[in-house]
């Protein structure tokens, strides 16, 4: 192994695919998956680099192109729908919700009936003010007091009420244009001195956006690997929130309740789920949405307002990467399997590595990948990368009964490497040293060796703890 004195020496691989150590099969078949967009079953026990190998495929992916929206049906508002919309297709889009946007007026410009009706300027003695105040700051009185013209009148049967005040919101009225031209507009109050004035181009715009509404529901910037390991069938499948009112008059419209599952937002990029046996009857909806490359989004609960709408089609076009220990590959759905297969490939991982001068040099490099991951602990000396070694080939020994092997199982080798870099801050060393890997080697044993250690067996220290147990008269009541 080259010299070093210290792993702070060590370049570490940048992506996450090249800083998987001791897997180069699964490594090379991952590149071409992530090329080919193909799905993946990961083999083996915990901490050997499956979900950094899922990961660095999305790492290879293109950024995600499309944002997926939901939208009202305001002719059944329980059955939203979904539009899907790339980047030119969303600032196409933002452009014209703009256009339909009105253009900021000094007060001091704009009609003077208008400031009277919406409470800018007292219709007694003209003085500006804010329009949150209903009297006038100069004469006292009613801003209203003498606002008895017709067209004032007119005005005000078509303003809209504000919720924060009494005063008006709004007003429409025809306005005459410099070219002598008339045009119907919309004053709006926007703040302390300032109007919104919507001319008839923008009016017209926004009576045909009036019943439209939408919601985000994946954006576009958004990370391409997605973990849904342990997830519940909402987290998975996607839900739609409860509403107290039923999404009535006074309740939240159904299209923004809807809540995307992982399978929509890992449209585009990796769905890892880790122990992929263990969600059990999800893997058939799982199956149908890799099939269908959609999935209808429904509210879960029968008690919920929410059970009622449903959201058909959403995309979901991901690549599926699952793993699984050894024992719980039988209890994967066979279909699923199948459907993994034939788009795929399924890959036994190595649980070690034969113990040579390259695997050694990869071994340091990992060492020094989890000091700078961790960035609270000092980096280790060579010494203590060739204990944390002696210790790794020690492992593979015991645990896979390879001889002149370095494990791979690297998760329970981080903890060490932790451990040991807490002892050294704690005797405020700038270095681990070797020592700090031994004490730390002692200290991370299991609790069933601990418990063998002193009770002989496990057996024997359940015996003794129930032994306890039963001479304690309180245990029981």
Not at 142 to 151: I, N, P, Q, R, T
Not at 299 to 317: E, F, L, T, Y
């Amino acid at each position: 192994m080259r010299k070093f004195e210290s792993t702070k020496e060590l370049r570490i691989k940048k992506t996450p695919l090249e800083q998987v150590i001791g897997q180069e099969n699964a490594v090379e078949i991952a590149k071409i998956a992530a090329r080919q967009r193909r799905n993946l079953l990961l083999v083996g026990p915990p901490g050997i680099g499956k979900s950094m190998i899922g990961d660095g495929i999305a790492s290879l992916l293109p950024k995600p192109e499309h944002a997926l929206f939901v939208v009202n049906n305001p002719d059944n508002p329980q059955r939203p729908t979904v539009v899907v919309r790339n980047e030119k297709q969303i600032r196409a889009f933002e452009k014209k919700m703009a256009d339909a946007g009105g253009s900021l007026v000094r007060v001091e410009k704009a009609p003077r009936k208008v400031t009277e009706i919406l409470g800018y300027r007292c219709s007694n003695c003209g003085t500006l003010s804010s329009p949150n105040e209903e009297s006038c700051p100069q004469c006292g009185k009613d801003k209203f007091g003498s606002a008895s013209d017709a067209s004032i009148e007119d005005a005000l049967k078509k303003i809209i009420p504000s919720e924060i005040s009494t005063l008006r919101a709004s007003v429409e009225m025809t306005q005459s244009l410099p070219s002598g031209k008339k045009e119907r507009c919309v004053y709006q109050r926007h703040g302390e001195r300032t109007l919104l004035r919507f001319g008839e181009k923008a009016i017209k715009k926004q009576e045909e956006l009036e019943d439209y509404a939408e919601a985000v529901l994946v954006p576009l910037e958004r990370s391409p690997f997605v973990e849904a390991t342990g997830a519940s069938e909402t987290e998975i499948l996607g839900d739609v929130r409860h509403d107290p009112y039923g999404g009535g008059e006074y309740g939240v419209l159904p299209f923004e309740r809807v809540v995307p599952g992982a399978v929509h937002e890992s449209h585009e990029g990796v769905l890892f789920i880790d122990e992929i046996s263990h969600i059990r009857d999800l893997q058939r909806s799982l199956l149908t949405a890799m099939q269908k490359k959609t999935f209808s989004i429904v509210g879960k609960n029968p008690q919920s307002a929410g059970a009622s709408v449903k959201v058909i089609d959403v995309p979901c076009d991901f690549m599926l990467v699952a793993a699984s220990n050894i024992v719980q590959v039988e209890e994967i759905n066979p279909a699923l399997r199948s459907r993994i297969t034939g788009n795929g490939y399924e890959i036994l991982l190595n649980t070690f590595m034969p113990d040579t001068k390259e695997n050694r040099e990869k071994f340091a490099f990992f060492v020094a990948q989890e000091i700078r991951k961790d960035n609270s602990i000092p980096h280790a000396s060579s010494a203590a990368v060739d204990e944390l070694l002696k210790d790794a080939c020690k492992r593979a020994k015991v645990m896979e009964g390879a001889k002149k092997s370095i494990t791979l199982r690297l998760r329970s080798m981080g903890g060490i490497v932790r451990m040991a870099g807490d002892m050294a801050v704690a005797e405020d060393r700038k270095l681990i040293e070797r020592s700090d890997v031994k004490e730390a080697v002692k200290k991370s044993v299991s609790i069933e060796e601990q418990i063998v250690y002193r009770y002989g067996s496990v057996s024997n220290g359940l015996r003794s703890d129930f032994e306890k147990k039963l001479g304690d008269k309180n245990y029981f009541i």
